[in-house]
């Protein structure tokens, strides 16, 4: 089949159709090697970028309390996640779209092209076999083209939402740890300043001990000491 006489003998329809699912084919080969590789990125550096946040949150938290370490450790926790979650969407608008429209656009392109190949053969009133088979076999080359878009589009799609997947999954584990982590410091930190007060007692109390027995024992000193007439 020579395409060049397919070309010629299509109207304004089917070329619109043509170069449309040409952008596309593009558009979702470009974004879809993009967002795989910067998916891959954020994959092997999400846990780290998120550890580095925290620790930088964290020292702007020295001298607060427990309740307010926590709640300031969830909040970021949750807002880097929801950032990392959003930049791994991007571009999966225009994969899925591809993916779902490309073949419909294919097929409305060999729908038209069936059509105007039999308009042409009820105008010229010849219905042969050779002259139905090949305006309808250039017609159906629309609907090769739009599945040739959507698979592509497709792969690039799965394989962009299996990446995001495992990204989620590695800022929530860490997340998770570095949550223990800081409700185990801040614990740890009670438990401090508890032993610190209860040594400060301690000391008070043997002081106060040993200050005791000094009074007693002078006083028994004193009363032992016969007195001068």
Known sequence: MDFMQYWQISDMVTKTLFFLLLALSILSWVTGI????????????????????????????????AAT???????????HIGRY??????GLPILGTTAAIAPFIGLFGTVWGIFHALHNIG????????????????????????????????VFYNL???INRRIMYQANDRAHDLLAQSTGLVDTTKVTASNHASASQVHAATSSRSTTSETQHTSNYSNSVPKQL
């Open 69 to 79: 370490r926590r709640l300031v450790t969830e909040q970021t926790l949750l807002k």
């Open 160 to 162: 962009a939402v299996r």
């Open 123 to 154: 105008m010229s009133g010849q219905a042969g076999l050779g002259q139905v088979a090949g305006p309808v076999g250039e017609a159906l080359i629309m609907t090769g083209l739009g599945i040739a878009v959507a698979i592509p589009a497709v």
């Open 34 to 65: 993009v967002r795989v590789l910067q998916s891959r990125k954020l994959a092997n550096n999400v846990a780290d970028d998120l550890s580095q946040q925290l620790q930088a949150r964290q020292s702007d938290l020295a001298g607060s309390d």
């Open 85 to 90: 979650r959003f930049a791994s969407e991007r």
